[in-house]
Structure formats: C-alpha cells, structure tokens
C-alpha cells in the first residue's frame, strides 16, 4: 500500500469555510488541536481509497470533518471524548481512551482496516491505552496511522510496529512547530 494515496484533485472534499464552521474552536483543555489542510489533505486520500472499507478515526474530528461526505456516512467512525460531534451523527462514538477495551462498541472490534489515532497527550501511558484499542479494532489486515512527538519513535515501533515517514504532520498546536511531530505508519 501506497502512503501517497490517489491525489486530491477529484475527492469532492468539503471546504475550508464549511470545515472550519463544524469544527468550531479547538478545545485547549482537552488537548485539542486541528491539522493544517495540508495534512488533512493527505489523511482524507488515504481514507478515499478504494481498498479502505472501515476508517476508525481516534481523536482527530478535524479529519472526519474534512473528508467527502460519502465516505463519512459508510466508512468513517469518529471516536472521539468531545461531545460536540455526537449531535445528528450517526458515526459518532463516544471514546475515553483511558476506558477498558469492553467500552467500545462490539461492531467495530476487529472490523478497521485504517486506523487514524492523534493521542491527546503524549506521553507512554497514554500510548499504551491508544494501543490497546488500536489493537482491539483492528482488522486481520490493518493499516495505521499515529501521530505523537518524535521522543516516542522507539515505543511506537516497538509495540505498534509503526514507523516514521517522511512527512511532517502540521497542526495548529505550538510544539508541533518545534519539529517534534512526526506521522507512524504500518504501511507504505
């Protein structure tokens, strides 16, 4: 699998304007913070492909709102602890990843092929709760995509099996500036 995607050029993707009005303000308080277009531009190809049947989005409402509306009504989940998405969403699942596993819904263990996480914080801890979920929702043959600072290589490979690409994810959060955010993946 090809991390590039199919290019963006005919994704029918929705409009910064549009975007930015059902994302709202980030909630600081929760660690929030929103990916810069040129990185939701590269997330939502990955989802619009062909061979992604299940998406599970973990914490990034920023993409689940930047991608094509098809592709969120039938392949898209958002789990997500703000509940600011839940309202008149049908793919809206309520996630605290410090819950057990046993909390998230029985019709997507085992079901993503793609999963998308953007942990809140970024120390092990709360690594070693994202993964245990990761692993709970991931099909026989899943992709990931992690994004955590750069300190987190060693862990995210080792127990992820996830590796650091070339690009540099961009978000609006400060340290993400400083050049300690990095994308993981399991694939191409």
């Not at 996630?95 to 263990?109: C, K, N, S, T, W």
């Amino acid at each position: 699998s090809n991390l590039r995607g199919a290019g963006s050029a005919k994704l029918g993707l929705t409009g910064d304007s549009q975007i930015m009005a059902e994302l709202g303000d980030e909630d600081h308080a929760l660690r929030q913070y929103f990916y810069s277009e040129s990185t939701l531009r590269l997330f939502c190809e990955i989802c619009c492909r062909s061979d992604v049947k299940s998406i599970a989005l973990m914490s990034a409402p920023s993409i689940f709102c930047r991608l094509p509306r098809e592709v969120r009504e039938t392949k898209a989940w958002l789990l997500e602890f703000d509940r600011r998405w839940e309202d008149g969403n049908a793919r809206f699942v309520f996630f605290d990843f410090r819950a057990p596993v046993e909390a998230l819904p029985a019709h997507l263990l085992g079901a993503c092929d793609l999963i998308i996480a953007d942990p809140p914080f970024i120390d092990v801890r709360t690594l070693e709760q994202y993964g245990r979920s990761i692993q709970a929702l991931q099909s026989e043959q899943p992709r990931l995509l992690l994004t955590t600072a750069s300190d987190n290589e060693q862990w995210v490979a080792s127990e992820l099996g996830a590796f650091a690409k070339a690009f540099v994810p961009k978000a609006s959060a400060a340290w993400a500036e400083l050049g300690r955010f990095r994308l993981f993946s399991t694939f191409r």
